[in-house]
């Protein structure tokens, strides 16, 4: 595996910007995620050469935040909030209506490659409960079918 001259480029710069290397990690990732889609081992690999630190450092993060993929995901990743507000308001079934209608079985990626729903914790949007980020933008006041909706007309 090898990163894009973007990417590499990307890094290279985000390295010189902090003070100490190990605070480049997250916005490095990020990186890493918007090119391959996703976090693997191959890539926290490649990463740690690139950033001259221990892959155990990355991998850390990695485990740490969950806003990062560590297993491939569709073309929308739909994370449904399951917190509190939201599951007062329907969240729970909303992830599992999500789930069984568009056939992608939690954190998995459905067969036509489309969907990944994932329950997640409070994405400080809990006054407009349930509520969905899909990919990088949020979507509020849901009903189960205005979210299935929503996603089925996604290009
Ligand atoms: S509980 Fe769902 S956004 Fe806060």
Redesign the pocket.
Known sequence: MEFSSQLKEFIKKELVRYEVKRSAIIPCLFAVQKEQGWVSPEAITVLSKEMELPETWITEVTSFYTMFNRKPVGKYHVQV???????MAG?RELAAHLEKNLSAKAGEVSPDGRYTVSRV??????GT???MQVNDEYYENLTLESAEKLLREME
Do not use: Q
């Open positions: 909030c399951c917190n509190i507000s939201c599951s969240g914790e409070c994405l400080g949007a809990c409960a349930p509520m």
